[in-house]
């Protein structure tokens, strides 16, 4: 049975970043949804492959947080999908990767992808990753510490 390919939808720059967070461990969806919740863009999540080809069909994202192993599809698998179509060969990947994944960091370089990112990771390091391939500003600017408490 082929694979759903999203129909060509052109990202909007003026619009607030759409990122695709794609694991089969809901904690690391999960933990991308509560990071980036400090942050003005919309973050939708898909537990494999196969299910965030139907969710870009819905909306393009402007980034992918796609897992190296996952059921049905797999990173690999989206990702050379991703690659075989231009339109969706733009749409910069971060590659969320295991030590036991070192074996295809020649496939994930040929494929093009942004940059990987070695689990377990912190806060920090997905925000760093994500900042190294799309703009993300907060959601309201911190005040200066000191005023953080009120005192002015």
């Known amino acids: 049975m082929p694979y759903p390919l999203p ?6 720059p003026a619009l607030r970043p759409k990122i695709l967070a794609v ?10 949804q509560q990071v980036l919740r400090d ?6 999540e898909a537990a494999n492959g196969f299910k965030a080809l139907f969710a870009m069909e819905r909306i393009l994202p402007d980034l992918i947080l796609l897992d190296v192993n996952m059921p049905t599809m797999d990173g690999l698998e989206m990702l050379t999908l991703l690659s075989s179509k231009p339109e969706l060969k733009a749409i910069p990947v971060i590659m969320l990767t295991s030590p036991a994944d ?7 370089a040929a494929l093009g992808v942004s940059a990987t990112l070695m689990k377990p990771f912190t806060p920090a390091e997905l925000i760093a990753k994500i900042r ?21």
Not at 23 to 32: E, I, Q, Y
Not at 39 to 44: K, L
Not at 102 to 108: I, Y
């Open 7 to 12: 129909k060509t939808l052109e990202p909007s």
């Open 39 to 44: 942050f003005d863009c919309e973050v939708s």
């Open 102 to 108: 070192h074996s295809v960091s020649g496939e994930l």
């Open 23 to 32: 694991d089969d461990s809901k904690t690391v969806r999960r933990l991308a």
């Open 132 to 152: 190294g391939v799309l703009p993300l500003k907060p959601v309201r600017p911190h005040l200066p510490a000191d005023d953080a408490d009120g005192r002015g």
